[in-house]
């Protein structure tokens, strides 16, 4: 078989960047290991409910924001029903200890108000905190759309700049109030003391200038990408792991699945940066880059139940409103390991926002959510898959049991039946990262995430471990490795005037 390029994994930086050069006339195969597409996207379905793995709101999807932009070009936007969060709908932050509640608007006016109401003796750092991630997003080219993206890009590295936890503790003394600002956190992975306040800003605004449901979720997302294929002439191969790729005169010739051989000029991995090492042959990438790959530290995995209520109405509250229990201070993905359940708690219901009634059943459906360490799992982690002893279930159904106590001392709801349970073992696994970490590679201070570029012509990165994570980062850097290809500037001038 042959293609111009074959792009490794079918997740949405995957699927963006396949889409992006397909648009540009290129011939592209996708190769996905996985039986179905998506990579974290995807759904799954138990007693008719179907649950999102990783998507359960997004944002930069309003009028002339990037991702709305970058799906208007690329011919996706009208393939899906996109919802606003109402100007009532939050994040409504519980603080553990004090029992405060915080209501974490999606918009810069409503979560100011809210801020100088809760702290009103803090209203200079709220003002700061508000303004300094404005002020940031506004030199980022993906949220100010009229600025070129080649500088930004060529002085991403090296990452140092301030911390997040540093400039939170000039901006408060109050620990409820840090609580609150860094709770974004959640949506990254990175432990407020790793943090640089330029990532968590950028994830921050996203969020803060507003939110957004997709009837469907993740699955309408890939759907889309696929419909999107079917015109393009791209095929997306599922169940082929890439073994290898195959470098003829120093530079990209194939790739290799245990079924088939593709030539191609150019091939984009989208998996973990370190597990390319095993793809391409030994000598490639000079010795302290691969040690650079293979030190790359993650994120936090999570512990999810996913769980079932008989009566949607009870639910109603949790349509527009994604509950969190928070610890003060700048402990937001600590893990308490003798009492896990006592962690950060998210507790969402992504398929309540759905509208089209074809859909209705996604609305009983509850997700659980907390950050959750390799250490409760290291004992029962011996072989992949279906080999796990027996008191790997116990562990996980009494860990889940733990966790809808907490969720119904917090929030009152009793009745939640689990029918699913994802650990760190579930997401190594399925997402196939180290750890289990749930955003893959961590973007924090002093730590070298990879480019688009690597040192071997016709190989290319993308995917959340190299520019962003999240669905918007995943998105952009399937934007910026198409563009790294394409040229640049060129490609970017060309979605952007979908604005
Ligand atoms: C529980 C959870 C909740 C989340 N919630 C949100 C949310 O609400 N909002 C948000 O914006 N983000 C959320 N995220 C994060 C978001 O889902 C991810 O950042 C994003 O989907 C990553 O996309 P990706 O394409 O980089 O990687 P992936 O989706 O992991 O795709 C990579 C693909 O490559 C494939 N692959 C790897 N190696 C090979 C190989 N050798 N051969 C063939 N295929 C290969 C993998 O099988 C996988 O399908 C969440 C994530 C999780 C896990």
Redesign the pocket.
């Known amino acids: 078989m042959r293609a111009e390029v074959v792009v ?7 699927l963006t960047v396949a889409a992006l050069l397909a648009k540009r006339n290129r011939q592209v195969v996708v ?4 039986q179905k597409p ?4 995807r759904h799954f379905v138990r007693r008719g409910i179907p649950f999102d ?6 944002g930069c999807l309003g009028s002339g924001k990037i991702l709305r932009v970058l799906w208007e070009y690329l011919g996706i936007w009208i393939h899906l029903r996109v919802h606003p969060f109402p100007s009532e709908g939050n994040d409504c932050l519980t603080l553990r200890h004090s029992g405060k509640s915080v209501r974490a608007f999606f918009s810069y006016e409503r979560l100011e108000d809210e801020l100088q109401q809760a702290f009103p003796n803090e209203a200079e750092g709220v003002v700061t905190y508000l303004k300094t991630l404005r002020d940031i997003c506004d030199s980022i080219p993906f949220y100010n759309l009229d600025l070129p993206l080649t500088p930004f890009l060529r002085g991403l590295f090296p990452p140092a700049g301030i911390g997040l936890a540093p400039f939170l503790t000039s901006l408060t003394k109050d620990p409820d109030l840090q609580a609150v600002l860094v709770s974004p956190a959640f ?1 990254y992975g990175v432990s407020p003391r790793q943090a640089s306040l330029a990532v968590h800003a950028m994830v921050a605004h996203a969020f803060i200038s507003g939110a957004y449901a997709i009837d469907g979720g ?1 699955q309408a997302i890939v759907d889309a990408f696929l419909s999107i294929f079917r015109k393009a002439g791209v095929e997306v191969l599922t169940g ?3 073994e290898s790729i195959i470098v003829t005169d120093g530079k990209v010739a194939g790739v290799k699945t245990s079924e088939m051989e593709i030539s191609c000029s150019q091939a984009i991995y ?2 973990h940066p370190a ?1 390319l090492l095993d ?1 391409v042959p030994e000598g490639t990438f000079r010795q302290a880059h691969c040690s650079r790959l293979q030190d790359l530290e993650n994120t936090t995995s ?1 512990f ?1 139940v996913f769980g079932a209520v008989d009566n949607p109405a009870s639910l109603r509250d949790l349509t527009w409103v994604n509950h969190y229990a928070i610890p003060s201070g700048l402990d937001i993905l600590d893990v308490n390991l003798i009492c896990p359940e006592e962690s950060a708690l998210l507790m969402t219901a992504p398929g309540r926002r759905y509208s089209d009634p074809a859909l209705s059943n996604a609305s009983r459906g509850i997700i659980l ?1 907390r950050p959750a360490s390799w250490d409760e799992v290291a004992p029962f982690s011996i072989g992949a898959g279906g080999t796990r002893p027996a008191s790997y279930k116990k562990w996980k159904s009494q860990s889940a049991d733990k966790l809808l106590d907490q969720a119904k001392k917090l929030w009152g709801y009793s009745r939640i039946e689990p029918l699913a349970i ?1 650990s760190p073992l579930t ?1 190594r696994d399925k ?2 990262v180290p750890g289990g970490a ?3 590679v961590r973007h924090c201070l002093n730590q070298y995430n990879p480019g688009a570029k690597t040192r071997l012509p016709g190989l290319w990165l993308s ?3 190299t520019l962003m ?6 998105s952009l ?1 399937g934007l910026v490795t198409a563009g790294e290809i394409e040229g640049l500037e060129p490609l970017w001038d060309e979605v952007r005037q979908c604005r």
């Open positions: 490794i994994g079918s997740g949405i930086s995957g190769l996905e290991r996985n998506g990579g974290a996207l793995i990783g998507f359960h709101y997004s949506l993740g082929q792991e890439v989208t998996g597990d793809l999570m999810v959510m994802g997401f997402l196939g749930v955003y893959g995917g959340q471990g994570t999240g669905i918007v980062g995943a850097s």
